[in-house]
């Protein structure tokens, strides 16, 4: 009965979003792409003020993983405009990338807040093809609220361990499908269509810690957490890290 329910609701859902999905087979949609760094760049700092205790307890740590010479390279997929460089740790480098070149504009303001660290580059491209970047030639990954909205999450991840030299590190912090007794569950399914669009391309239902923990790294770190006064619909999350 809860199933038929969802279902019935989420297809209101996709009516409704029909003109927003025109938008986007016209071509129009892209002007919210332009818009959508700007709605990303103010709401991270909202986000960041709530999840500071938990980024600050994922990312302590990170200086484990420098290399022998004592440098740390990390790069960061879907860095968006910066909001995780606060937590890196004095004299990284980063490489930044994103598949929205709208982002680079508030990505500079990050940098000039954050002087501790040192920038390599910032590249556009999607997680699932960063070519540009050798075999094994980063530390670091880092991933947070990314893999929502990405095409192939399972190519994302091999392309992690492509870079990432032996026995680098791939730190992630994801919101995910809620358990299905609660309501929230009902929300991320039936809302999904609209969240998709107002999220550009973020998914509410997707199952990242099965991909994760399939993606064939030889050590993980892994903890369902639920996000302290966020939104209902993006509220589970996971987060951790895993070792090439």
């Known amino acids: 009965m809860r199933s038929c329910l969802i279902k019935s609701c989420r297809f209101i859902c996709l009516i409704l979003t029909l003109p927003l999905h025109l938008m986007e087979i016209t071509g129009l949609y892209g002007m919210y792409k332009r818009l959508f760094p700007l709605l990303a760049y103010n709401i991270t ?15 302590r740590n990170l200086g484990t993983f420098a290399n022998t010479d004592g440098t740390l390279r990390l790069l960061e997929i879907g860095c968006g405009s910066g909001a995780n460089f606060r ?3 004095y004299g990284c480098t980063v490489i930044c990338t994103d598949p929205n070149p709208h982002f680079e504009k508030y990505l500079r303001m990050s940098m000039e807040a954050n002087k501790h660290l040192t920038y390599e580059t910032f590249m556009v491209v999607s997680g699932e093809d960063m070519e540009k970047v050798e075999d094994g030639s980063v530390d ?46 009902f929300f991320q399914h039936v809302f999904e269509p609209l969240w998709y669009y107002l999220g ?7 199952k990242t810690w099965r991909d994760i923990e399939a993606a064939g790294f030889s050590e993980l770190h892994l903890k369902h957490i639920e996000a302290p006064k966020v939104s209902r619909m993006i ?10």
Request: charged letters at 25%.
């Open 45 to 59: 700092f909202s986000y960041n003020d709530k999840m500071h205790k938990t980024k600050r307890d994922l990312f």
């Open 87 to 89: 937590f890196y740790p």
């Open 140 to 185: 670091v990954v880092v991933c947070t609220l990314v893999l929502c909205s990405v095409r192939n999450v399972q190519e994302v991840l091999q392309e992690v361990r492509r870079i990432l030299r032996p026995g680098g590190a791939f730190y992630f912090l994801e919101h995910v499908e809620s358990d299905p007794s609660s309501r929230t569950f």
């Open 200 to 206: 550009d391309g973020c998914m509410t239902t997707k």
């Open 235 to 244: 509220r589970p999350h996971i987060m951790g890290y895993s070792i090439k």
